[in-house]
């Protein structure tokens, strides 16, 4: 079997970046930072659902656990619908989508209503996850620089204005989960739909050519990105799913504390993120991802033993750091893997994403439930984050892959 240099598909030394790629670049910024928005605006709201709606913390963890799954099989359509439709038009309806399921959400009053809303919110969610980072892959080949992680620190810049959205609201509005999603119901999709029309044309459709759409993406050398990004994103939904109960129950934080967790996640995720380009390019992947995986192992240790919930903020935010990085250079490396782009490898990593939070999001819920005391819980997210260390080398970009 032929062997390729996995640096191979990346662009001439000196690019032409024309007024095309910087429009595609800017629209993708902000679909990055909506879905960031979005996401956070509702799983911020986790604990203020489950008490609106009386659901019980068994049926929480198991509405945590279906979500990932069918954004795992939103991901795969997408990654179908990209080869007739192209990854612009798919991203644009699915973001779209999402906006209206929150907005579905923030105004449901019963626990049977949720259940097609949650359903709605997963599939498009992983529609936009694989979409916006296949026009990620594709404008970083383009560009022949890592411009990739400051795409996920605009995901981040969203994230935490939506939690902090989330929390202000709290504050001064109880009705947060229905004014909240319809404001930004109303505000952001039409800066969706304003920008759209400039993301990046011809990723992933009928302008590929046979031969392209038949080249098979090895599952092999794949191996270890997408074990990276899965522990990435068990450890980001354990904060995101998480964070809050603990904060609450266990360390008896007030509501603006708690609901401002991921927001306190998000502010160092977002600086690793836009600072993590100049990073790669200098040191390398590997070095910058096993350097971010001890930073992740040692926030959850500190969030395990925080005595106080300011404490707990400060790992939350050593967490943030750590993962800052993963996941953005697991795509950049998928990227490396289809030259044609044909969006396949993208997708299957993309899997991954929701392999880890469907472990992440309901296991120390579910073991709290079953009566398992709060703080050793996190020793598991902090074992796990082990083996991102372990599985950095498939961030090499000088390895050779199976074609």
């Known amino acids: 079997m032929a062997t390729t240099d996995a640096s191979a598909s990346k662009p001439a030394a000196h690019p032409v970046v024309d007024d095309v790629l910087r429009r595609a670049r800017g629209a993708t910024f902000v679909a990055f930072g909506a879905q960031g928005f979005a996401f956070a605006a509702l799983t911020s709201e986790v604990a203020n659902i489950q008490s609106r709606l009386k659901i019980d913390d068994g049926t929480l963890s198991i509405l945590l ?168 994103y068990l450890g980001d939904s354990t904060v995101s799913s998480a964070g809050g109960v603990y904060m609450e129950k266990e360390l008896m934080a007030h509501g603006w504390q708690y609901t401002a967790v991921y927001a306190v996640y998000s502010v160092p995720l977002m600086i690793g993120r836009f600072s993590g380009d100049k990073l790669t390019d200098r040191f390398g992947g590997v070095l910058i991802a096993r350097t971010a995986a001890v930073c992740a192992v040692l926030g959850f240790i500190v969030v395990g033993i925080a005595p106080d919930a300011w404490v707990a903020l400060a790992g939350f935010a050593i967490v943030g750091l750590g993962i800052s990085v993963m996941a953005p250079l697991t795509f950049a490396a998928a990227g490396r893997l289809d030259p044609h782009e044909t969006g396949i490898a993208v997708a299957r990593l993309n899997v991954f994403n929701y392999v880890g939070f469907l472990l992440g999001a309901p296991l120390l819920t579910s073991l709290w439930q079953a009566g398992m005391p709060y703080r050793p819980g996190w020793a598991i997210p902090c074992g796990l984050s082990v083996l991102m260390f372990v599985f950095a080398y498939g961030f090499n970009e000088n390895r050779t892959v199976p074609a």
């Open 65 to 232: 656990a279906v979500v990932p799954v069918i954004a795992g099989v939103g991901s795969v359509l997408a990654g179908m619908l990209v080869s007739r439709y192209s990854t612009s038009v798919v991203l644009r309806y699915c973001q779209v989508l999402v906006l209206f399921a929150i907005l579905l959400a923030g105004y449901t009053t019963s626990f049977v209503l949720m259940l097609p809303v949650l359903a709605l919110f997963g599939l498009v969610l992983g529609g936009v996850d694989a979409t916006s980072n296949m026009q990620a892959v594709a404008l970083q080949k383009r560009y022949g620089r890592s411009i990739i992680l400051a795409f996920h620190g605009a995901w981040a810049l969203g994230a935490f204005a939506g939690s902090a959205a989330a929390s202000l609201t709290a504050k001064f509005d109880g009705k947060v989960y229905s004014n909240l999603y319809l404001g930004s119901f109303i505000v952001i999709v039409p800066i969706l739909l304003a920008f759209g029309p400039r993301l990046l044309r011809g990723i992933g459709d009928e302008t590929l050519s046979a031969e392209s759409k038949t080249i098979k993406i090895p599952w092999k050398p794949m191996g270890a990105i997408c074990a990276v990004i899965a522990m990435a």
